[in-house]
């Protein structure tokens, strides 16, 4: 599908900016010779894309990379998972290092990684790249391949599915060569449940827990984490996490797409289908439609921590039905939920703006549908709650059998033991990666001069006055775990 918009012919030896040649891609291939300063690629890339995203735009955007550039520097991830993928590269890379090769020296140093597919694609690749633990981490660029496209969208990459025509890719190309550099937080998650007396911990069907690898995954009986006669999992995240009135609506998109996949092809369609879910589930009337007992005060205590040890209760207003951990600025289609803070609210309640390399995360709540239209708004918000390096939620015994959960787009129905009261779901900072990003960036960094620091003083809401001043932050955690076996077919 070519996108209408013309674009020009790129010069000769345009695309030798980017191919990689076999002998760094594939260990024990004949080795090369090349002279340094002359054939050394500026932006070398390696591709790897879901080929069942976007319908069949994936498959049609493997097929022109592969055309473009050299076959072995695109890889489809049906087919093969990144952590082994990069492990290869590196360790060929690492060795041609030691035999003084500057050709895999200077590649290694500019090599970047680009993935196209949903917000669940690129979350994979981006644990993959924590975990693995790098000597020289690749910066990451991301193809909106998916529905909604909040991970590219705050990277400057659009939240439109791209063009899959050679031009439409080239194009693109030449947004990566361009790139800025741009260090964002990552965030690991924990959750743990006792395991209960009757029943199961896993999800309640059609949707399992997510498997790609900023989502949770059952700590192994040797792992330090692991607690005798407890469900302990962990994951990590980049985008957001979310609990209540959002994530069951994405809960029942999801639902009905693994039901019924041939509904949808397209991302029009999607969006158009998720809009309807939310008025069918009765979220703009959820006074009415839902019970107080699925207000996120009812169902757990909230803590953060604003000094290394030091828990504080996070007050959550009653009418709060749905909370967001944010640490990018693009929400459900590129929304941002927690806005500016102008220099009042800043400095009366000690907020900032929401950077995404400050090793805070936002933490936003939301009434009920209507709540959330306030985002069409200019300078509209959420209901402002805190800023963490840390959050901690404690369910309530007996105050619900499930809740709906979101991590980056993938939601899930999580059961809760009726028996006892330790379900735990705790958020912490975990590090940074690096991202690359376009001049029409919305993300935000600390150490930029150029980042706005105060928001409208007229126009910024004084809805959120009313919630309890405390405000905190916090940070530290391990590792996440890479799973062999992942299926990314549902990662769209």
């Known amino acids: ?68 550039l050299n076959q072995n520097q695109v890889f489809d991830l049906l087919e093969q998972a990144p952590d082994k993928v990069l492990r290869t590269i590196y360790a060929n890379l690492e060795n041609l290092k030691l035999l003084g090769d500057q050709f895999a020296i200077k590649t290694m140093e500019r090599l970047k990684l680009i993935v196209a597919g949903g917000d669940g694609t690129a979350g994979w690749l981006l644990g993959v790249v924590c975990d ?18 909040n991970l590219p969208f705050a990277f400057g990459w659009g939240k439109k599915n791209p063009g899959t025509d050679p031009r439409s890719v080239e194009a693109f190309l030449d947004q990566v060569l361009k790139a800025k550099e741009m260090r964002i937080d990552n965030w690991h998650i924990l959750m743990r449940m006792r395991a209960p007396k009757e029943g199961s911990c896993d999800p309640i069907p059609p949707l399992e827990l997510p498997h790609s690898l900023h989502a949770f995954h059952r700590v192994s009986e040797a792992d330090e984490l692991n607690m005798e006669g407890c469900h302990t999992f962990r994951g990590g995240f980049w985008n957001y996490f979310s609990m209540g009135m959002d994530a069951q609506v994405s809960h029942a998109f999801h639902s009905e797409r693994k039901l019924h996949p041939e509904k949808f092809k397209n991302q029009l369609a999607n969006q158009s289908t998720y809009a309807k879910l939310g008025c069918t589930q009765g979220w703009f009337f959820a006074s009415l439609a839902h019970p107080a007992s699925r207000n996120i005060a009812q169902l757990a205590k909230v803590k953060v921590m604003k000094r290394h040890g030091q828990w ?15 640490n990018l600025p693009s929400f459900s289609g590129g929304f941002n939920p927690w806005g500016t803070p102008n220099r009042r609210k800043q400095r009366d309640r000690d907020l900032t703006p929401p950077f995404v390399d400050d090793g805070l995360i936002e933490v936003v709540g939301f009434r009920n549908a209507w709540h959330g239209l306030v985002l069409l708004a200019p300078n509209g918000h ?14 309530h015994k007996g105050a619900a059998d499930s809740t709906f959960m979101r991590i980056d787009g993938e939601p899930w129905q999580q059961p809760l033991p009726v028996d006892d009261d330790t379900v735990v779901v705790e958020i912490s900072h975990h590090g940074q990666v690096n991202m690359l990003a376009t001049h029409i960036c919305k993300s935000k960094s600390m150490y930029d001069p150029s980042s706005p620091r105060f928001g409208d003083e007229e126009d910024d809401s004084e809805e959120e006055d009313s919630v309890a001043e405390e405000f905190r932050k916090f940070g530290a955690a391990d590792t996440f775990k890479i799973s062999d076996d992942v299926d ?3 990662l769209s």
Not at 3 to 31: C, H, M, Q
Not at 132 to 147: D, E, F, R, W
Not at 319 to 325: E, K
Request: one cysteine or more.
């Open 488 to 490: 990314l077919s549902h």
């Open 1 to 68: 599908m070519a996108s209408p918009r013309l674009r020009t012919a790129s010069p000769p030896g345009f695309l030798n900016n980017f191919k990689i040649p076999d002998y760094i891609l594939v260990p024990e291939s004949k080795v090369e010779n090349f002279e340094v300063d002359r054939d050394v690629p500026k932006c070398p890339v390696l591709v790897f894309v879901n080929s069942k995203s976007g319908g069949q735009l994936g498959g049609d955007l493997l097929t022109t990379y592969r055309d473009l």
């Open 312 to 326: 504080q209760d996070l007050y959550i207003p009653p009418s709060i039905r749905s909370i967001i951990c944010l």
């Open 382 to 395: 959420g209901t402002r709650l805190a800023q963490a390096h840390r959050i901690r939620f404690e369910f």
């Open 132 to 149: 693995l633990k790098l000597s020289h981490p690749p910066p990451i660029a991301t193809v909106p391949l998916g529905t909604g496209n």
